[in-house]
């Protein structure tokens, strides 16, 4: 079977760091994608790790190591307006279907 | 703002109602995607069009029909739905590469079944 593993809650203080990992089990695929969605919203993009690494767009990072089947998103200088559920997910070789984690809900306070 | 539209962005039927749901897209993307998502749930894949042919149906119940007039547009034709059927239903794009795998979500269709 294929499945992404991500923890349900985090909660992290304003301006903090906070990691939120994502450990997969799954065989052939693409490369690992993180997306942000905030309530009554719709999923979107943040970042795309192809290869093994760490890789990094303003104040969020991504990282992906195949042998360890894990990857994790960064967020820094947290903001209220982080408070959103985060995904990570996968697509399988050789098709279009994309396998997201069950969600990890993001509370910043103040 | 979001490059994929969808409408309505609201919808209430009742169980012997038909209507469509409907999705455009201007990135000249090739591959077009419907998913539903349940409350605090991820998205669930249902139907992928690559080139405009159906190329994954994820065992979605016949009440369900997709149609791809053509590469910018998709649609979702709803019949005989049940209350369970309730849920955002999201349109989504992404180039037919062999490693790409950013997904564009549309704002999606909330739908309500009476």
């Known amino acids: 079977g294929q499945s992404l593993e991500q923890p349900s809650e985090v909660t992290a203080v304003e301006g903090a760091i906070v990691q939120i990992n994502c450990t997969y089990q799954t065989s052939g695929f693409y490369g690992l994608s993180w997306y942000q969605q905030h309530d009554g919203g719709a999923p979107t993009f943040l970042s795309y790790?192809?290869?093994?690494g760490l890789e990094e767009t303003g104040r969020f990072s991504s990282f992906l190591s195949r042998s360890d089947s894990y990857g994790y998103l960064l967020l820094q200088e947290l903001q209220m307006k982080d408070s959103a559920s985060y995904f990570c997910?996968?697509?399988?070789?050789?098709?279009?279907?994309?396998?997201f984690g069950a969600g990890t809900r993001l509370f910043v306070k103040a | 703002d979001t490059e994929v539209t969808q409408t309505p962005k609201h919808l209430v039927m009742g169980m012997t109602n038909k209507k469509s749901l409907k999705c455009e897209q201007h990135?000249?993307?090739?591959?077009m995607y419907w998913y539903k998502q349940k409350a605090k749930k991820p998205p669930e894949l249902m139907f992928v069009y690559s080139y405009e042919k159906l190329s994954i149906n994820e065992s979605v119940p016949s009440r369900f029909s997709p149609e791809c007039p053509n590469s910018s547009l998709l649609n979702l034709h709803l019949h005989a739905l049940q209350p369970e059927d309730s849920a955002l239903y999201l349109c989504?794009?992404?180039?037919?590469?062999?490693?790409?795998?950013?997904?564009?979500f549309g704002e999606g269709s909330w739908l309500t079944v009476v």
């Open positions: 989504a794009s992404s180039q037919v590469l062999a490693n790409g795998n950013t997904i564009y």
């Open positions: 997910a996968v697509r399988r070789t050789g098709g279009f279907k994309t396998i």
């Open positions: 990135m000249g993307h090739r591959a």
């Open positions: 790790n192809g290869l093994d």
